[in-house]
């Protein structure tokens, strides 16, 4: 069991994602580019007034990519499109409205996307380069996921002398690789992406500096590589030879393989001496925020009730307000009573937002496979991770999406990134020294694409819904991660040490508040843990339900690779390991751990640190009941189970 079933040698599995009946079209000029768009049109919040606005904003790009590089170094078969786009399409909840895909006509190289669209159908990906070397065909093409914040710039200053076709951020990418020829352009970039790219027969594939936006790549039998933003499309192609993350920061091209192009000082956490600033760390963080407001779909906030996601409701929901746009704010937990809840609702109604608060109970979790372990095991394929903080933290934020998106929402703010940058956890109370206080607040930053960025991109993306995180803005890095170590350690206050004292007090202002004290100075409860403390405690229990002593005692022989060390940690990996069996797609996988303390388990309760100081609390809104009706993102998952089953059949 421990080792991968052989599957198919990379042909798509039998009947895996039947496409919508659609119609499709080809652009006459340019006949390796097709675009397809699907015929259902998403629900869109009735504000007049967001529309009114919106529509002199850019397009922004939500997707998801797929692509393929023949290494012209080593002859292989070309790889065919129609698999290439079916193998795709099993990441269709990126992007369920429309799709692109180009093959370069003498390399084989293949780009394919799918899109999540907005408000601009006329704008399709693969974006197409300047056809200056070419009378009518373009030199380029891109097929792009993420935000790229700084495009307007871009067009002004380097690419003032170039004739963009369209207003989507998106297209810098392919200009500035024309003009530049030089992978480290991606320094340029001052946003979230994993992109790929041809240009006059030479491929590039690249991801942002910390891997906010997910990404993975493959190499078959055939040294073909394969690019996408999730493992499932191209598992059971390279999952016999190479599988792993494509790491951030990096670029990627045949002749020069990875390359890193992020290198800030702070890598080094000797150099990490700055005194504090806090104006300073207060105004880049106003930045992050506002940059981050790009959209041209309504935008949400996530309000979790924690002091991060708090600091960014309240930044947001005030330039919301300035720009007179409608404020929802979203709150999870397993009760009115639970911590998160409680906090959060205090902190919509400082901020003024039109807070919506949704309802989960255990029996989701608990009773039938529609409503129940259904839930755990589509999240696990959704999140492609067998670590259980990702999954008992995302479990919360998977149901919330789902509501979220239900409304029309496409776009949320969340909070992510502040407790790596300024050891909020609460085992950072133990750190033996200054200089290991740093060098653990920097090693948790460059893994946050295994941990909180995984989570929140993906358990989001299952519904559709697009998160950004003003926390891990470049600029906002730079100032807080080189302050000294000793500035960002826990401090006294109010009869206990706090956690992130540095951006508590960057935001302690007397006149016009960001938040109430009791918010800002509240104590660090882990996501999963917020909720309500029965979800954790109601979710081991039920795995520990479900794995007997005997498999407990095999698990080193079944899973040799990360062995699971609790019935809980071994119920999820025998869930990943039905769907991704290869020992490629287990090594892909990075447990979060906790250091400086005995319990390793990944709870905040099970720091010695923690002080369970919630108030019950008497405000008790009416919970909202969600119902799980079969979207398309269930029909293409059901599909996938079905195959799984034709497949281990006998």
Known sequence: MGRGRRRGGGFPRPSPYPLPSSSSSSLSDHPPLHIRLRPWILPVIPVPSVLLYLHLLPTVTMCGIFAVCHDPSRPCAKYDLEKAKEHSLRQFHRGPDCRGSYVHPESG????????????????????????????????????????????????????????RTTCDSEVIIFLYEKLRDGSFCNLLDGVFAFALICDGEF??????????????????????????????????????KLAPFPPGHYYQPDKGFVRYYQPLWFDHRLCTKEADLTLIRQTLIDGVIKRLMSDAPIAILLSGGLDSSLVSSIAAREMRRLRLPIHSFAVGVDAKSPDAIAARKVANFIGTDHHEVHFTLEMIDIRFQEGIAIIDKLVWHLETYDVTSIRASTPMYILSEYIRKMGIKVVLSGEGADEIF???????????????????????????????????????????????????????????????????????????????????????????????????????????????SWIDGLMSHCASQITDEEMALAPSTFPINTPHSKEALFMRKIFHKHFPSDEAARTVRKWIPKWQANQDPSGRASLVHVNSISNGTDKPAPISIPFGRTQQAYFYEAHCQNLHRRTTP
């Open 109 to 164: 190289d293949i780009l394919v996307h799918e899109r999540l669209a907005i408000m601009d159908l006329s704008c399709v990906q693969p974006l197409m380069g300047s056809s200056e070397h070419h009378q009518v065909r373009p030199t380029g093409k891109v097929v792009h996921n993420g935000e790229i914040y700084n495009h307007v710039a871009l067009r002004k200053n380097e690419l003032a002398d170039k004739q963009l």
């Open 204 to 241: 590039m594939a690249a991801r942002d500096p910390l891997g906010v936006k997910q990404m993975y790549y493959g190499v078959d039998k055939e040294c073909r590589y394969f690019f996408s933003n999730e493992m499932k499309s191209i598992e059971d192609i390279t999952g016999e030879t």
């Open 423 to 533: 050891g909020g956890y609460l085992y950072f109370h133990n750190a033996p020294s200054e200089e290991e206080f740093q060098k653990e607040t920097i090693e948790r930053v460059l893994h946050l694409y295994t941990a909180d960025c995984l989570r929140a991109d993906k358990s989001c993306m299952a519904h559709s819904v697009e998160v950004r995180v003003p926390f891990l803005d470049k600029k906002f890095l730079d100032v807080a991660i080189m302050t000294n170590a000793h500035a960002k350690q826990p401090k006294a206050f109010m009869g206990r040490n706090v956690e992130k004292y540095l951006i508590r007090k960057a935001f302690d202002v007397e006149e016009d508040p960001y938040l109430p004290r009791e918010i800002l100075w509240r104590q660090k409860e882990q996501f999963s843990d917020g909720v309500g403390y």
